[in-house]
């Protein structure tokens, strides 16, 4: 097996790209109206992001916008290339499964490492209601995956890793 062949049994970075922007802005636009229905995560979460990311001797007013950057970059440019080149060949063969582990093992990093590091602690422990905030980031993270998934799709034969197309 050649390299080539390698690059065929995945799904383009750029499809990927795409499919984790679209991912994203749907799953963000359900994390924040769910946030303001139920309450149980702040409405400052792109403030709360850039203030943990952001170099400290600049404006605080631009930590929402910060934050908000560091959200979609991460839902659309890391997480893609992270699921492309080292998660997707570890995954279920269906679709929907794929869509099920990806999200889930995104919700457990964000528990294990997102949440500590915006303050709220391992599952959300220092929030008023931690099961709540978790279990709502769970459902945020599942439909980013099922999204995800399902518009990255499955390899596209004579398509490379980069998304390009080569002669067979």
């Avoid at 963000?28 to 946030?35: A, E, H, K, M, Y």
């Avoid at 839902?75 to 794929?98: D, E, Q, R, T």
């Avoid at 959300?124 to 998934?149: D, R």
């Avoid at 399902?150 to 980069?162: A, K, M, Q, Y």
């Amino acid at each position: 097996m050649d390299d080539r062949d390698v690059d065929r049994e995945r799904p383009g970075i750029l499809r990927a790209i795409a499919a984790g922007f679209s991912a994203t802005i749907i799953a963000t636009g359900v994390l924040l109206i769910g946030s303001k229905i139920f309450g149980h995560l702040p409405l400052h979460f792109f403030a709360m992001i850039g203030q943990s990311f952001m170099v400290s001797n600049l404006s605080s007013s631009y930590y929402a916008l910060w934050g908000a950057v560091w959200h979609l970059n991460m839902g659309a440019i890391v997480f893609p290339h992270f699921y492309v080149l080292a998660y997707y060949p570890m995954m279920a063969k269906n679709l929907w499964l794929k869509g099920l582990e990806w999200g889930a093992g995104l919700w457990l990093f964000s528990q294990l490492i997102g949440l500590p590091i915006l303050g709220l602690g391992l599952f959300a422990s220092h929030t008023a209601s931690p099961l709540l905030v978790s279990a709502g980031l769970l459902v945020v993270h599942l439909i980013y995956g099922e999204l995800f998934t399902l518009l990255c799709g499955e390899p596209i034969p004579h398509e490379n890793i980069h998304g390009l197309h080569h002669a067979a």
